[in-house]
């Protein structure tokens, strides 16, 4: 969208679907006090086959690539300095995305302390650049820079494909409002600090990504905007000369501690599928010295490398968002069903009714209408991944056949011994 006024709408927007979302999950996670996210919530709703294709998508497909993703927004921003002028090289790029995935897997496979102090360094430091980017586009409003925002809807052209493909790119960068859901067995009272943490963490990041696009939109038309290789590195170029290398600096920090936490709660939802039976069993194991769910992690960071080779930025998030939305939905609809046919869980949080539906129905447009408008081929790709998993469904875990089971026990105790890992029960206190 080629236009401030609908830029900043859609940022908006992105930020009230991501809290009705997030006040959905937090029904659901006050009720089914599982970790796993999405997976303990459609076994109970609907069986074990969409708990497993989501397991598989999620594994696959939805965390591998937003991992993918940060990283290679990460090694963006990290090379864009050395390449003042041009686009950097994409064999810098990948490279230094796929050290950044080696480094935040290791970090999590070795420590969970490591990897929360990790986590507590970059999203101070993420904090700091937001403060700084905010400050400046205060100042800059304050002095009269305001062109930009002159006649803000001028030239806007609007289609439902276009509108798909935007909120892709916003909620894209909203996505991690479910992630205390993949954690709710390790949160000290969940019942209290889950909702809290969303409803004061969306509302507040909501605020964070309109004020830097609105701090952005001082210095940058949204035409330049949209063609920077690295937009917070523009705008410091712009604004904090010669102090425009903390920008990159920080922004590195912030992408290293996203991914960071999402290879936290990605290595949980693949050790509780494994638990359940639904993976590999030796994914659900833990080391038996870091007592961290190692295997889980180390597969998740191999998936995520391969993503890297082949993948950009834009197809990964297309390809991400269609796969995550198509699930978010169908677990929101689940809440719906479970209105009915669970009348007995406990619930201490409930929500409107209306907000569930809401979601659900704006999940189906999220899906369908950038198929309908604008076809891709990572969206087929997507969808033959995704069913595939039913193969594995019925020779791993349906029918067991005896041939399948003879390929993976020996698998599994080879990597058990391996990586000196067993299962959760087995851990030492």
């Known amino acids: 969208m080629e236009a401030v006024g609908p830029c900043l709408i859609v940022w908006a927007a992105c930020g009230i679907l991501a809290t009705l979302g997030a006040l959905c999950f937090a029904e659901l996670g006050t009720m089914i006090t599982k970790s796993g996210g999405e997976y303990p919530y459609l076994m109970e709703a609907f069986g074990p086959i969409p708990a497993y294709l989501f397991s598989w998508t999620s594994l696959f497909v939805i965390k591998p690539s937003s991992f993918a993703i940060i990283c290679l927004s990460f090694s963006e921003y990290v090379s864009a300095p050395f390449y003042s002028g041009c686009n950097p090289p994409q064999v810098v790029i990948k490279l230094l995305a796929a050290a950044a995935i080696l480094l935040i897997t290791t970090v999590n496979a070795l420590s969970v302390r490591l990897g929360s102090y990790v986590q507590n360094v970059f999203t ?158 030796v994914l659900s194991y833990v080391s038996v010295k870091r007592l961290t769910p190692a295997p889980a ?50 619930r201490p949080i409930k929500v409107p009714i209306f907000i569930p539906i809401l979601v659900t129905l704006l999940s189906v447009f999220l899906v369908l209408a950038p198929i309908i408008s604008q076809p891709a081929w990572e969206y087929l790709y997507c969808v033959l991944f995704m069913l595939s998993g039913l193969i594995f469904y019925f020779l791993f875990v349906y029918y067991k056949f005896g041939w399948a089971q003879k390929i993976s026990k020996p698998l599994t105790m080879h990597l058990q011994m391996l990586m000196e890992v067993v299962p959760a029960e087995e851990a030492p206190e």
Not at 232 to 247: E, I, K, Q
Request: hydrophobic share 50%; with cysteine.
């Open 124 to 281: 101070a430091a993420k904090m700091v650049i937001v403060v700084v980017i905010i400050i400046s586009g205060i100042v800059l409003l304050a002095q009269g820079n305001t062109r930009n925002f002159e006649n803000s809807f001028e030239g806007t052209k609007l289609s439902l494909g276009a509108i798909g493909l935007a909120f892709y790119n916003g909620l894209w960068a909203y996505d991690g409002w479910n992630q205390l859901n993949y954690i709710t067995e390790e949160l000290r009272n969940p019942f209290r600090n889950l909702p809290l943490g969303i409803i004061i963490g969306i509302p507040l990041v909501t605020g964070c990504y309109i004020l830097m696009n609105v701090s952005y939109f001082t210095v940058m038309t949204a035409t330049e905007l949209l063609q920077s290789q690295a937009v917070a590195v523009t705008f410091g170029d712009r604004v904090l000369y010669p102090a425009s290398w903390v920008v990159p600096l920080f922004v590195a920090f912030s992408t290293l501690g996203a991914a960071n936490g999402t290879c936290f709660t990605a290595g949980r939802l693949v050790y509780v599928a494994g638990r359940e039976g639904h993976m590999l069993k």
């Open 297 to 346: 992690i180390i597969f998740y960071g191999i998936i995520a490398i391969i993503y890297i080779i082949p993948g950009d930025i834009n197809s990964l998030v297309n390809y991400f968002s269609f796969a995550a939305w198509l699930f978010y939905g169908l677990t929101i609809f689940g809440l719906v069903v479970m209105r009915f046919t669970r009348k007995e869980l406990k």
